[in-house]
């Protein structure tokens, strides 16, 4: 999991609320697609239309991620029946591992540039992690018992496939560009 001292800045700012550390006990299964739901929505919400100064591409990544898990969540409340306990499970440490990318994408959104750019390597790990534990909770969750239709069952698959595969994007600069520019600047003078 993520460490705490990437953000400390963010948690003197603000502490996350117990529910980041307890899934929920006592709902059913609709109760818990729906709380699951609400959760994801919010962080897309939140953050769908805010300009990242550094790892923009990771965080639009994990935003369609979230985004594709809310179509999933919408298809189990609208077609849900029981679910199996395997599926429970699954949903539960998907509710416990959405609090994760809202702590990380609003450090990334609320931090300075310099500091974001010193922590570069650092945070490009956490969304590599964080890919890390979404394809282990895909390929765990039982897609054929939740009777999905063809279309939600092959964004989930894309999306496993994926997040297994996914580099962390590390900020690049190409040195040869660079000379380049301050060679062809030497001309003007």
């Known amino acids: 999991m993520a460490s705490t001292a ?69 298809f189990l409340r609208d077609f849900g029946s029981t679910l199996s306990s395997t599926v429970v499970l699954c949903l539960k440490e998907l509710y416990l591992l959405i609090y ?15 500091w974001l750019l010193l922590q570069n390597s650092s945070i490009s790990g956490h969304f590599h992690d964080l890919n890390q534990e ?16 063809p279309n939600v069952r092959e964004h989930l698959e894309l999306m496993g496939k994926q997040s297994k595969h996914e580099e962390p994007s590390y900020l690049s600069i190409n040195m040869m560009k660079i000379s380049d520019s301050t060679s062809t600047l030497s001309l003007f003078e």
């Open 100 to 114: 994760w990318p809202k702590t990380l994408l609003d450090y990334c959104s609320q931090s300075s540039r310099l």
């Open 6 to 74: 990437i953000f400390s800045s963010l948690r003197r700012r603000r502490t996350l609320s117990y529910e980041a550390f307890l899934s929920p006990v006592k709902l059913n299964n609709i109760g818990l697609v729906q709380m699951i739901s609400i959760v994801a929505n919010e962080l897309i919400s939140s953050f769908l239309h805010r300009v990242f100064p550094f790892q923009r591409e990771n965080s639009r990544s994990l935003i369609w991620k979230i985004e594709v898990f809310v179509v999933l969540f919408d």
């Open 134 to 149: 979404i394809s282990t909770l895909l390929d765990v969750l039982p897609l054929k018992e939740l009777g999905l239709t």
